[in-house]
């Protein structure tokens, strides 16, 4: 009688050789882990670091256990150029590489490159942690550690910059079942909520839920609702009534519940917790802030003689970042805006020209 | 809750040798096998005042072990790396025991990390298709379709010792013994 796939994996590691239990040796490794976690996190509350990372990974044993406390945790006026990212006035190299699109994390920056693959940059070191992401569309959160995109073997990955890991990766497949083709066939990831991935597959968009390692189609007809943004809990679609009815962006936590509109843009972007929405257009020089409860344009003054303003990140609820250009320039600005204050500064002046700087969205400048 | 050296230090010595079992069969080398232990122990230090109130230490130091192999594949500083070429003595006589085990280890080389990881958790380590797919962070379908494939190529490449891997382990993780 043959012996069992169990049977010989045993045999084969019954006879390993045994040397002593390197208990010193683990402790050691152990605390030099600990204390660059600690030099990093910029807190010496071990309590509250261990109660952060139960929250943000909850149900799953992490790599290391430190999530969310992360050395890049503020955001500040930041884009890329060639190799290097620019973080406030914090210049970090990632050369040779050449930044294609790239998210923020609190950990670092995610990139990719040219030919797809993805790396982490954390200001001391650069580490590949993906590859195959063709499209070199990224996804992650306001805040948190969670970044996510689809390989070019079709499976969605969300990777955690804290535990240096991935928490997920699973197939997804641009089939549609229903019969309804994506414009775009390929799957691909559209924002990370809190715990909560969503990508786009030929069946809909799905929002995987990274707790409970499991998936919903949220949305199950792409071609109508293409959702753009997910920001603690409300969604950003865009919606299609009618075959002959005017688009519109709704903003809802509820697809079932009344949804306020707001006009058409190629850019939608909410704010961290949902209250605000950017839009932005070429053929609206300004772009517009909207108070989503309110539906209120709540657009901060420009300074006069821009062109091509879109909002590039949020840095809170109120604050955001926006790449604009000078009339008859190529070079871009950036400016600093706040809602409350009702006014934008620039921040960063002739970054560079249209085309070669990138702005942490997660594609290639779409601008 | 601090970290108790000597509580600590007990459950290294509890843990190393399976431990080290599981990473040698990730990884086929006694040398890799030791790194990737005491590597995922160490994260496991890290973790250990919220880690040793609870049952969850064993869970996590697995999950360790499997996220650090597969980062560290990932990153192709590996030596042993998956080929899709059969080894050469595929047509060995499977009742020799030491020639039949140098087999199955070369067919596991063959394998995707996360394929013999699959092969790994189920087969070794005995783990029902829900246990392995927390531990990999997937979907259930995504291990029984990894098991699928990974089984079906290593009774390609074992050849004559194919009927090796025809038992596979039922839903809850147990082989038919």
């Known amino acids: 009688m043959s012996p069992t796939m169990k049977d010989l994996l045993s045999d084969e590691v019954r006879d390993l050789p045994t040397s002593p239990i390197p208990v010193d040796a683990v402790i050691g490794d152990g605390r030099r882990r600990l204390r660059r976690h600690r030099a990093t996190s910029g807190t010496a509350?071990?309590?509250?670091?261990?109660?952060?990372?139960?929250?943000?990974?909850?149900?799953?044993?992490?790599?290391?256990?430190?999530?969310g406390v992360g050395e890049f945790e503020q955001r500040k006026v930041t884009y890329a150029t060639a190799s290097t990212i620019h973080y406030g006035g914090q210049e970090i190299d990632v050369s040779p590489h050449q930044v294609w699109s790239f998210v923020q994390t609190d950990d670092g920056f995610v990139f990719t490159t040219e030919s797809g693959d993805v790396?982490?940059?954390?200001?001391?070191?650069?580490?590949?942690?993906?590859?195959?992401?063709?499209?070199?569309?990224?996804?992650?959160?306001?805040?948190?550690?969670?970044?996510?995109?689809?390989?070019?073997?079709?499976?969605a990955v969300v990777y955690d910059t804290a535990d240096r890991a991935e928490v997920t990766r699973t197939a997804v497949d641009g089939e549609p079942t229903d019969g309804v083709w994506l414009d775009d066939d390929a799957?691909?990831?559209?924002?990370?909520?809190?715990?909560?991935?969503?990508?786009?597959?030929?069946?809909?968009?799905?929002?995987?839920?990274?707790?409970?390692?499991?998936?919903?189609?949220?949305?199950?007809?792409?071609?109508?609702?293409?959702?753009?943004?997910?920001a603690d809990g409300r969604i950003a679609q865009l919606w299609t009534p009618g075959a002959d009815l005017p688009r519109h962006v709704v903003v809802s936590s509820d697809p079932d519940a009344e949804r306020p509109l707001f006009p058409m843009t190629e850019r939608t972007d909410l704010s961290p917790s949902g209250h605000h929405l950017a839009l932005g257009d070429r053929f609206d020089p300004a772009g517009r802030i909207y108070d989503v409860a309110?539906?209120?344009?709540?657009?901060?003054?420009?300074?006069?003689?821009?062109?091509?303003?879109?909002?590039?990140?949020?840095?809170?609820?109120?604050?955001?970042?926006?790449?604009?250009?000078?009339?008859?320039?190529?070079?871009?600005?950036?400016?600093?805006?706040?809602?409350?204050?009702?006014?934008?500064?620039?921040?960063?002046?002739?970054?560079?020209?249209?085309?070669?700087?990138?702005?942490?969205?997660?594609?290639?400048?779409?601008? | 809750m601090g970290r108790d050296r000597s509580e600590f230090g007990d459950f290294v010595t509890a843990r190393w040798p399976a431990m080290l079992r599981t990473a040698y069969l990730l990884t086929g080398d006694h040398g890799h096998a030791e790194d990737l232990v005491q590597t995922a122990l160490a994260k496991c230090f890290v973790a250990w005042p919220r880690l040793r109130a609870s049952a969850a230490a064993d869970a996590y130091v697995r999950k360790a072990v499997l996220n650090t192999y597969l980062s560290w594949r990932r990153k192709r500083?590996?030596?042993?790396?998956?080929?899709?070429?059969?080894?050469?003595?595929?047509?060995?006589?499977?009742?020799?025991?030491?020639?039949?085990?140098?087999?199955?280890?070369?067919?596991?080389?063959?394998?995707?990390?996360?394929?013999?990881?699959?092969?790994?958790?189920?087969?070794?380590?005995?783990?029902?298709?829900?246990?392995?797919?927390?531990?990999?962070?997937?979907?259930t379908g995504s291990v029984k379709r990894q098991t699928s494939v990974a089984l079906a190529k290593l009774r390609t490449v074992l050849?004559?010792?194919a009927d090796l891997v025809e038992e596979a382990p039922s839903v809850d993780g147990r082989g038919r013994r």
């Open chain 2, 159 to 161: 050849g004559e010792a």
């Open chain 1, 187 to 230: 799957p691909y990831a559209v924002a990370v909520d809190g715990d909560v991935a969503y990508w786009r597959t030929g069946d809909g968009v799905v929002a995987w839920n990274l707790t409970t390692q499991s998936g919903e189609v949220l949305v199950a007809h792409p071609d109508q609702f293409f959702v753009h943004d997910v």
């Open chain 1, 119 to 155: 790396y982490l940059a954390d200001g001391e070191t650069v580490e590949q942690i993906g590859d195959g992401n063709d499209d070199g569309l990224l996804a992650a959160d306001d805040t948190g550690s969670y970044v996510a995109w689809v390989d070019s073997d079709a499976e």
């Open chain 1, 294 to 367: 309110r539906r209120d344009d709540v657009t901060p003054t420009l300074p006069a003689g821009y062109r091509r303003v879109f909002v590039t990140q949020w840095i809170d609820d109120d604050r955001y970042v926006a790449r604009a250009q000078p009339e008859g320039s190529d070079q871009i600005d950036l400016l600093r805006c706040s809602i409350s204050a009702g006014t934008c500064s620039v921040a960063a002046s002739a970054v560079g020209s249209a085309g070669d700087v990138q702005y942490p969205v997660g594609q290639l400048d779409p601008y």
């Open chain 2, 77 to 139: 500083s590996w030596h042993e790396l998956p080929s899709d070429q059969p080894p050469e003595r595929a047509g060995v006589d499977s009742t020799e025991g030491l020639a039949q085990r140098s087999v199955v280890m070369d067919a596991l080389a063959t394998l995707p990390p996360k394929q013999r990881a699959v092969v790994v958790l189920r087969f070794y380590d005995d783990l029902g298709v829900q246990q392995v797919a927390q531990h990999l962070g997937c979907t």
């Open chain 1, 45 to 67: 509350a071990f309590a509250a670091v261990a109660a952060v990372a139960a929250l943000a990974v909850q149900g799953l044993p992490s790599d290391d256990g430190f999530a």
